[in-house]
């Protein structure tokens, strides 16, 4: 480096380095300035220079000035890597790969080089390579740890768990005897414990259970210890170890007796295990004697107390689920009801808990005491039993006595937050979204420091689709200053949401810019891996870093990515569905109009082209800011140059655009029904007659039952011509499921469009008759709130019928009075409505709610609450 210069000007060089490594960016210029006044083409200086550059954000320089600097001096490795250095802050990793590569071809053997090519190579996967180049590292420097390390980790990510062993015991023997010292146990710890588990991937369990027991003086580790104990000897399956095996789970449940996996390995090591849950009368008593003494053992644990409610049954059961709630409901514990719900799957059980706890209720009303008790309970206590009562009855339907049990808890005690909170998701649970809306918001104007209520309180707003107060809610807990920016910085998926809602109301544009936002932090996830590549060598921390790895790899399948994903999709069908109108369509639309109709469109149009330019001049106010760090950096705030979405509108395909995404679907989440019937859709638009015929295969084989499948199915041979009688295969569809009937109409006017009266009468011969199902106390309604939605938005787009429609509302309305789409009695749509006030008052931000006197300002940062000055309970 610098070695053309002369001394003076190779010591500044130096410096220009030391300080990029410390971020003395100006000192660093200063230096590679006082260095090119003197020799102006001096290639390495000129790299540095913008090297430096391009951390102060500037880039277009520090382009322009290393590409100058490689011109000048092609066979430099320093300016090669800097060149890549720069590539790589952009993401360009393969460029940067490429630069890396001709930079070794001048000096093959620079540490620096190598070491930041092996962290592109595993970044990329380039696993080949990534071996190759970390056992050149480990020839040039076989001293150094990370070196052994990195060679063994890059064995086993290459698939050979096995080579990456021999390494690691290669490593082992350079080490003396007494090693580790005292500030390295832990490294040395978990590189013990690494080994142990590659040897258990290759199936060398004997082996690996002989060197954990031969290695348990050196690991720190004793929990990590004792599981990979417990996981060898599962494997291992051997009669004599049964014993061995349950001590070592009844000494984890002595570090963590409440894991629940614990519990149910051990429930294995004595063959008292069922997947499905079912056991004999005989494993029952053997199971509630094990757990009767280890609740002896282990006291404090909730876990050993809740879980023998998963197997008992009839009497025993009531006695335990007794035993176990009474005390949560004294203690006053919110997520009791979270507890209990998967017990309401369970046949029978759902009958016994609410008859129980409404045996409590008439106790507690009538005596204070708990039934057979005679200390009296706090009267929180009440309240937190009708609080229990309201949810029960939330998930079986019965809204009405649900709300009448909240309510009755809010009148009891109307300063706990929770209450609210269930209100709000009975009332969303109702159909009544604008109520849940302004009971989450009435819950976070009472804890204005709690993040968890806001974040609630948002959710609710969105699917109230009131964005605008979601979005100025949210940022109440962000940063100050460039707010939503700082809201999208915290990747907390809000944009989901918030795109779900704008698709909805028919805003693609923003629609789209939301989902995109979703997918731009799964990239950036993506990316944040980068750092972790040699922070994890060094701090040994090689068990995790395998697992992010892997993590990594199936990122693209978690549900928010589908959803995201699929939402843009959605968006791009739309689009081509419906295309934006030309301006010159438009005029001619205007032109058949009346004059007072243009008129009105003409000020409707002002307003709103008055209103983007005023929130456009807000924004470049806020962003035309800059800031400049200590180290010379400067903070420009980036302006959206497209706020409204409106350019990723305009693109010329958008199938074509769908079809990237849907590939990543189809990659990542093969397993789900949505993927397939949206490759029907944007195939069959394709006219991929052969891809649409693969996604309705696809559909059959997960679910040949569904609606969906069944309208695709229909579909495809309409559109390929080879049925004879296609009615015959919507008769099939004609099962007593709401849903089926509709997919039977919707294709039936679809194959033959005169018989829409028939296909109308389907839909309206159907009944919403009364069914058993688990958790619920007797018969409940079929009929699904989503699932009437769907069929009265058929009724209006699909066979265009509004009279139909109108009924079909009215009905509805009779079944869901607290809906507000189909303006049930109950509901906040209709103004005579006990939420009618509530809603009214969430637009503007204030509360008045019935149990409590208050007027809060919704988006108050203060924290006070003068309504609940002289408040008595």
Same mark, same amino acid.
């Given at each position: 480096?610098?070695?053309?210069?002369?001394?003076?000007?190779?010591?500044?060089?130096?410096?220009?380095?030391?300080?990029?490594?410390?971020?003395?960016?100006?000192?660093?210029?200063?230096?590679?300035?006082?260095?090119?006044?003197?020799?102006?083409?001096?290639?390495?200086?000129?790299?540095?220079?913008?090297?430096?550059?391009?951390?102060?954000?500037?880039?277009?320089?520090?382009?322009?000035?290393?590409?100058?600097?490689?011109?000048?001096?092609?066979?430099?490795?320093?300016?090669?890597?800097?060149?890549?250095?720069?590539?790589?802050?952009?993401?360009?990793?393969?460029?940067?790969?490429?630069?890396?590569?001709?930079?070794?071809?001048?000096?093959?053997?620079?540490?620096?080089?190598?070491?930041?090519?092996?962290?592109?190579?595993?970044?990329?996967?380039?696993?080949?390579?990534?071996?190759?180049?970390?056992?050149?590292?480990?020839?040039?420097?076989?001293?150094?740890?990370?070196?052994?390390?990195?060679?063994?980790?890059?064995?086993?990510?290459?698939?050979?768990?096995?080579? #990456?062993?021999?390494?690691?015991?290669?490593?082992?023997?350079?080490?003396?005897?007494?090693?580790?010292?005292?500030?390295?146990?832990?490294?040395?710890?978990?590189?013990?414990?690494?080994?142990?588990?590659?040897?258990? %991937?290759?199936?060398?369990?004997?082996?690996?259970?002989?060197?954990?027991?031969? =290695?348990?003086?050196?690991?720190?580790?004793?929990?990590?210890?004792?599981?990979?104990?417990?996981?060898?000897?599962?494997?291992?399956?051997?009669?004599?170890?049964?014993?061995?095996?349950?001590?070592?789970?009844?000494?984890?449940?002595?570090?963590?007796?409440?894991?629940?996996?614990?519990?149910?390995?051990?429930?294995?090591?004595?063959?008292?295990?069922?997947?499905?849950?079912?056991?004999?009368?005989?494993?029952?008593?053997?199971?509630?004697?094990?757990?009767?003494?280890?609740?002896?053992?282990?006291?404090?644990?909730?876990?050993?107390?809740?879980?023998?409610?998963?197997?008992?049954?009839?009497?025993?059961?009531?006695?335990?689920?007794?035993?176990?709630?009474?005390?949560?409901?004294?203690?006053?514990?919110?997520?009791?009801?979270?507890?209990?719900?998967?017990?309401?799957?369970?046949?029978?059980?759902?009958?016994?808990?609410?008859?129980?706890?409404?045996?409590?209720?008439?106790?507690?009303?009538?005596?204070?005491?708990?039934?057979?008790?005679?200390?009296?309970?706090?009267?929180?206590?009440?309240?937190?039993?009708?609080?229990?009562?309201?949810?029960?009855?939330?998930?079986?339907?019965?809204?009405?006595?649900?709300?009448?049990?909240?309510?009755?808890?809010?009148?009891?005690?109307?300063?706990?937050?929770?209450?609210?909170?269930?209100?709000?998701?009975?009332?969303?649970?109702?159909?009544?979204?604008?109520?849940?809306?302004?009971?989450?918001?009435?819950?976070?104007?009472?804890?204005?420091?709690?993040?968890?209520?806001?974040?609630?309180?948002?959710?609710?707003?969105?699917?109230?689709?009131?964005?605008?107060?979601?979005?100025?809610?949210?940022?109440?807990?962000?940063?100050?200053?460039?707010?939503?920016?700082?809201?999208?910085?915290?990747?907390?998926?809000?944009?989901?949401?918030?795109?779900?809602?704008?698709?909805?109301?028919?805003?693609?544009?923003?629609?789209?810019?939301?989902?995109?936002?979703?997918?731009?932090?799964?990239?950036?996830?993506?990316?944040?891996?980068?750092?972790?590549?040699?922070?994890?060598?060094?701090?040994?921390?090689?068990? #995790?870093?395998?697992?992010?790895?892997?993590?990594?790899?199936?990122?693209?399948?978690?549900?928010?990515?589908?959803?995201?994903?699929?939402?843009?999709?959605?968006?791009?069908?739309?689009?081509?569905?419906?295309?934006?109108?030309?301006?010159? %369509?438009?005029?001619?639309?205007?032109? !058949?109009?009346?004059?007072?109709?243009?008129?009105?469109?003409?000020?409707?149009?002002? !307003?709103?082209?008055?209103?983007?330019?005023?929130?456009?001049?807000? =924004?470049?106010?806020?962003?035309?800011?800059?800031?400049?760090?200590?180290?010379?950096?400067?903070?420009?705030?980036?302006?959206?140059?497209?706020?409204?979405?409106?350019?990723?509108?305009?693109?010329?395909?958008?199938?074509?655009?769908?079809?990237?995404?849907?590939?990543?679907?189809?990659?990542?989440?093969?397993?789900?029904?949505?993927?397939?019937?949206?490759?029907?859709?944007?195939?069959?638009?394709?006219?991929?007659?052969?891809?649409?015929?693969?996604?309705?295969?696809?559909?059959?084989?997960?679910?040949?039952?569904?609606?969906?499948?069944?309208?695709?199915?229909? =579909?495809?041979?309409?559109?390929?011509?080879?049925?004879?009688?296609?009615?015959?295969?919507?008769?099939?569809?004609?099962?007593?499921?709401?849903?089926?009937?509709?997919?039977?109409?919707?294709?039936?006017?679809?194959?033959?469009?005169?018989?829409?009266?028939?296909?109308? !009468?389907?839909?309206?011969?159907?009944?919403?008759?009364?069914?058993?199902?688990?958790?619920?106390?007797?018969?409940?309604?079929?009929?699904?709130?989503?699932?009437?939605?769907?069929?009265?938005?058929?009724?209006?787009?699909?066979?265009?019928?509004?009279?139909?429609?109108?009924?079909?509302?009215?009905?509805?309305?009779?079944?869901?009075?607290?809906?507000?789409?189909?303006?049930?009695?109950?509901?906040?749509?209709?103004?005579?409505?006990?939420?009618?006030?509530?809603?009214?008052?969430?637009?503007?931000?204030?509360?008045?709610? #019935?149990?409590?006197?208050?007027?809060?300002?919704?988006?108050?940062?203060?924290?006070?609450?003068?309504?609940?000055?002289?408040?008595?309970?």
């Amino acid at each position: 480096m610098g070695a053309s210069l002369p001394p003076k000007e190779a010591n500044l060089f130096k410096v220009i380095v030391k300080s990029y490594e410390t971020k003395q960016y100006k000192k660093g210029l200063k230096a590679a300035d006082t260095i090119l006044k003197k020799f102006p083409d001096h290639g390495e200086t000129l790299s540095m220079k913008g090297l430096t550059l391009n951390c102060l954000d500037r880039k277009s320089e520090a382009y322009e000035l290393v590409r100058l600097g490689l011109k000048n001096d092609l066979k430099s490795h320093v300016c090669w890597h800097v060149y890549g250095l720069l590539y790589r802050s952009d993401r360009e990793y393969r460029e940067a790969i490429k630069c890396y590569r001709n930079a070794l071809r001048i000096d093959p053997d620079n540490i620096e080089i190598l070491r930041d090519l092996s962290l592109l190579q595993a970044q990329m996967r380039d696993l080949t390579g990534f071996v190759e180049t970390r056992q050149q590292l480990l020839t040039l420097k076989p001293n150094h740890r990370m070196n052994w390390i990195g060679f063994a980790v890059a064995h086993h990510l290459n698939a050979n768990a096995s080579k #990456a062993v021999e390494i690691l015991e290669a490593y082992e023997g350079t080490l003396d005897d007494d090693y580790p010292p005292d500030n390295e146990r832990c490294e040395h710890g978990e590189m013990l414990l690494y080994k142990i588990s590659l040897l258990e %991937e290759c199936r060398f369990f004997d082996r690996a259970l002989d060197e954990l027991y031969k =290695k348990e003086p050196k690991l720190v580790d004793k929990l990590a210890y004792k599981e990979q104990e417990v996981s060898l000897l599962v494997k291992l399956g051997r009669p004599e170890d049964g014993e061995k095996l349950s001590a070592a789970y009844k000494a984890l449940l002595l570090m963590n007796p409440d894991n629940y996996s614990y519990y149910e390995g051990l429930q294995k090591s004595v063959g008292l295990f069922s997947e499905s849950g079912q056991y004999s009368s005989e494993e029952i008593e053997q199971l509630e004697t094990l757990y009767k003494s280890l609740e002896q053992l282990y006291t404090w644990s909730t876990a050993v107390k809740r879980i023998p409610l998963d197997f008992l049954n009839g009497e025993k059961f009531r006695s335990a689920a007794d035993g176990y709630i009474r005390p949560l409901l004294t203690k006053g514990v919110p997520s009791l009801f979270s507890d209990l719900s998967p017990l309401y799957n369970h046949t029978g059980k759902a009958d016994i808990l609410e008859q129980l706890i409404l045996d409590l209720e008439q106790s507690l009303r009538k005596t204070g005491c708990y039934p057979g008790r005679k200390e009296k309970e706090r009267p929180s206590t009440l309240m937190w039993t009708l609080f229990l009562l309201a949810q029960q009855y939330d998930r079986r339907g019965q809204f009405e006595v649900a709300i009448a049990k909240i309510d009755e808890a809010i009148a009891h005690t109307p300063t706990v937050i929770d209450l609210y909170l269930v209100k709000g998701r009975i009332l969303k649970h109702a159909g009544d979204l604008m109520a849940a809306a302004a009971l989450a918001d009435e819950a976070r104007c009472m804890d204005l420091a709690d993040r968890y209520i806001n974040s609630e309180c948002v959710k609710r707003m969105l699917q109230a689709d009131q964005v605008t107060l979601a979005e100025r809610t949210a940022v109440l807990f962000t940063k100050d200053g460039d707010q939503h920016n700082n809201l999208h910085d915290m990747q907390c998926m809000y944009e989901l949401a918030s795109g779900q809602s704008y698709f909805r109301q028919g805003d693609l544009g923003r629609a789209l810019k939301k989902f995109l936002a979703v997918e731009k932090h799964y990239s950036d996830i993506t990316e944040d891996q980068f750092d972790f590549h040699s922070y994890c060598l060094r701090k040994m921390t090689l068990r #995790a870093y395998v697992e992010m790895l892997k993590f990594q790899d199936r990122l693209h399948s978690h549900p928010y990515f589908h959803k995201a994903a699929a939402g843009a999709i959605r968006c791009y069908i739309r689009l081509y569905d419906s295309p934006p109108k030309s301006s010159v %369509e438009e005029e001619d639309e205007m032109s !058949k109009l009346l004059p007072a109709q243009k008129k009105k469109i003409r000020q409707k149009q002002r !307003k709103a082209e008055a209103r983007a330019k005023k929130e456009a001049e807000e =924004k470049s106010e806020e962003s035309s800011a800059i800031t400049v760090s200590k180290s010379g950096k400067r903070h420009v705030k980036a302006v959206d140059p497209d706020p409204h979405g409106e350019k990723l509108l305009q693109v010329e395909d958008p199938l074509l655009e769908a079809t990237k995404y849907l590939k990543l679907l189809q990659k990542n989440s093969s397993n789900s029904l949505e993927t397939h019937l949206l490759s029907f859709e944007v195939n069959m638009r394709k006219q991929k007659i052969l891809l649409a015929f693969q996604a309705v295969k696809q559909l059959m084989k997960l679910d040949a039952e569904s609606p969906d499948s069944h309208r695709c199915l229909v =579909k495809f041979f309409h559109k390929v011509g080879s049925m004879s009688a296609p009615v015959s295969d919507t008769e099939k569809l004609i099962w007593n499921s709401l849903m089926h009937r509709a997919a039977a109409a919707e294709m039936l006017f679809v194959l033959e469009p005169d018989k829409k009266a028939e296909a109308i !009468k389907l839909i309206e011969d159907s009944s919403n008759s009364l069914v058993s199902i688990n958790g619920a106390r007797g018969p409940v309604r079929e009929w699904k709130l989503k699932d009437c939605i769907a069929v009265h938005n058929l009724l209006q787009t699909i066979l265009v019928d509004n009279d139909a429609a109108l009924r079909w509302k009215l009905r509805c309305a009779e079944h869901f009075p607290y809906s507000t789409y189909f303006e049930g009695s109950q509901s906040s749509a209709v103004p005579t409505s006990a939420y009618s006030q509530i809603s009214k008052n969430a637009a503007n931000g204030t509360i008045n709610h #019935a149990g409590v006197s208050q007027s809060v300002d919704s988006l108050a940062s203060n924290g006070k609450l003068e309504g609940f000055k002289d408040l008595t309970i």
